[in-house]
C-alpha cells in the first residue's frame, strides 16, 4: 500500500512540474523596436507643442476634443 502511495506521489509532482515549466515561459514580447518608440515619441512632442498657446503659456484644447474633468 505504501508502495503504491509513493509511486502515486512521484507521478503527481512529476506532472505538477511538468505543468510549472510550461506556465513560467515568458509570452512573445509586444514591445515595439526602440527606433519606432523614439519616432512616436518624437511625432508626440510635435502634437503637444501645436496645442501650446506661448502668450498664456497654457496648453489649448485640440480641435474637437472635449473638455476633461477630474
Do not use: N
Not at 519616432?39 to 497654457?58: F, P
Amino acid at each position: 500500500m505504501l508502495r503504491k502511495f509513493s509511486v502515486c506521489i512521484v507521478i503527481v509532482l512529476a506532472i505538477i512540474t511538468s505543468f510549472r515549466a510550461h506556465a513560467q515561459t515568458p509570452p512573445a514580447s509586444k514591445t515595439p523596436p526602440p527606433a519606432q518608440i523614439r519616432k512616436q515619441t518624437l511625432a508626440g512632442i510635435d502634437k503637444l507643442q501645436t496645442w501650446y498657446a506661448q502668450s498664456t503659456g497654457l496648453y489649448r484644447q485640440p480641435a474637437g476634443g472635449t473638455p476633461r474633468t477630474c
